[in-house]
């Protein structure tokens, strides 16, 4: 029995900021490579760990758009709601989305609950879906399925193999589960797949869309898991390339994000130019704070100058 996962999704009608390319289009020439996989190696169903939309409620437009395409799916899709899915986080807001609306319009497109599982002859599934409980002191990556099946555990939690700069995520070296296999998403880079040496295996391929233009996004390669369970105790689980995903750099545009990072750093050097309580001297006069920053970046003499003579132009037109 076979499974295939795909990370996150984030449909949206859009494109982000950073895609200079038909975003829309390319997650839909995804979508059907997906399905044509699932065909290929004749899985039961696709599972997904959320984030289907990257918001909350999209255009009728956009949910039609998409709807249309989920219904070219030739297998289950089970899903759980993500943070993107639901409003301010909070589950409570889940039958009011977009989300919610796509299981009626869709019979094989299922959303899990917390509660749910879904049961196989060899696997058991279960999801553990975005909340205020999600990484809190590891919670969200145990199973509350407790029968002799291979047990299959997917959850929308920040589950990294490194420590990041924020406080809210989970350590694969940390996780305490009786699940056999973990499949997550949230974090779009992913990590691949994780053998521990307890034998619990745990997967993220990223996410199946590119929105931010970091370095790592333009990177990263654009793949699914392939699951093959062969019975109670065994499986395999193996990553999948899609072949109609262009390369970072042609569909990511840099330009954005390195202006907003240069922007960035001229706002915290004079923020730097102007703090009191270390004996230097407070900068406040402009024609200073330009001679400054030109002595700390070693900056030629005809651009300083030639920056003075713009301010003080500024100045007597102002006048």
């Known amino acids: ?174 996780v305490v589960t009786t699940a056999d296999l973990i499949l997550t998403g949230h974090d779009h880079t992913g990590y691949g797949i994780y053998r521990r040496a307890d034998g619990k295996v745990f997967c993220n391929p990223g996410s199946l869309t590119r929105i931010s233009a970091s370095t790592g996004e333009l990177e990263r390669p654009i793949q699914v898991a392939l699951i093959d369970v062969m019975d109670k105790q065994t499986f395999d689980i193996q990553l999948i390339p899609l072949q109609s995903a262009k390369p970072g750099a042609e569909v990511l545009d840099r330009s954005k994000i390195e202006a907003d990072q240069k922007r960035q750093y001229a706002m915290e050097e004079f923020a730097a130019l102007i703090q009191t309580g270390s004996g230097e001297k407070v900068l406040l006069n402009i024609d200073d704070i330009v001679e400054t920053i030109a002595q700390k970046e070693a900056l030629a003499p005809d651009v300083v100058r030639k920056t003075l003579e713009k301010i003080q132009e500024q100045r007597l037109g102002a006048a």
């Open 1 to 174: 029995m076979r499974f295939l996962f795909v990370g996150d999704l984030h449909l949206r009608g859009k494109k982000p900021r950073n895609r200079i390319d038909d975003y829309k289009e390319a997650v839909k020439t995804k979508l059907r490579e997906v399905f044509a996989l699932a065909e290929q190696h004749q899985v039961k169903a696709i599972l997904c760990p959320g984030d289907i939309w990257d918001w909350p409620e999209v255009s009728i437009g956009v949910l039609v758009e998409f709807m249309q395409m989920f219904r070219e799916c030739p297998v289950d899709f089970y899903t759980c709601a993500g943070n993107h899915d639901i409003h301010g986080y909070n589950l409570d807001t889940y039958d009011r989305t977009s989300l919610r609306l796509l299981t009626e319009l869709v019979p094989k497109f299922r959303v899990f609950s917390e509660s749910q599982v879904m049961v196989y002859p060899d696997v058991a599934i279960t999801f553990a879906p975005y909340s205020g409980r999600m990484d809190r002191e590891g919670y969200g990556y145990d199973t509350h399925w407790m029968d002799e099946q291979l047990k299959i555990h997917v959850a929308h939690g920040m589950l990294l193999d490194h420590t990041p700069p924020f406080d809210r995520f989970t350590l694969l070296k940390d």
